[in-house]
């Protein structure tokens, strides 16, 4: 059973940083994308960053140049570093992939951890 599970989520101050984890178990992570989305109050989900199963990342425009999105396939866990934190990165952040189950492509979530970008 495919589990994802984020932390290291919180309260941080503007020009702040944050590492958040997202721990993988029940499929094997060395052969699978992971992707950071982050869900803001009152707005829809979107893709923050992605990392392939060879390392190539990309970001989504408004965090290009602060967050650095790293996997380690030893820990099963893929990292986001988030540096020069903006009010406006207050979201949700959530760890997924997609994995092939039973001949079908499937979406797998972690349930979130909360960063709260405040003075």
């Known amino acids: 059973q495919v589990q994802l599970v984020e932390s290291g989520g919180g309260l941080v101050q503007p020009g702040g940083s944050l590492r958040l984890s997202c721990a993988a178990s029940?499929?094997?992570?060395?052969?699978?994308?992971m992707r950071w989305y982050g869900q803001a109050p009152g707005k829809e989900r979107e893709l923050v960053a992605s990392?392939?199963?060879?390392?190539?990342?990309n970001y989504g425009d408004t965090m290009k140049g602060r967050f650095i999105i790293s996997r380690d396939n030893a820990e099963n866990t893929v990292y986001l570093q988030m540096n020069s934190l903006e009010p406006e990165d207050t979201a949700v952040y959530s760890c997924?992939?997609?994995?092939?189950?039973?001949?079908?492509?499937?979406?797998?979530w972690g349930p979130g951890t909360q960063v709260t970008v405040s003075s």
């Open positions: 997924n992939t997609e994995v092939w189950q039973s001949g079908t492509l499937t979406p797998s």
């Open positions: 029940g499929f094997r992570f060395s052969t699978y994308a």
């Open positions: 990392i392939s199963v060879a390392s190539v990342t």
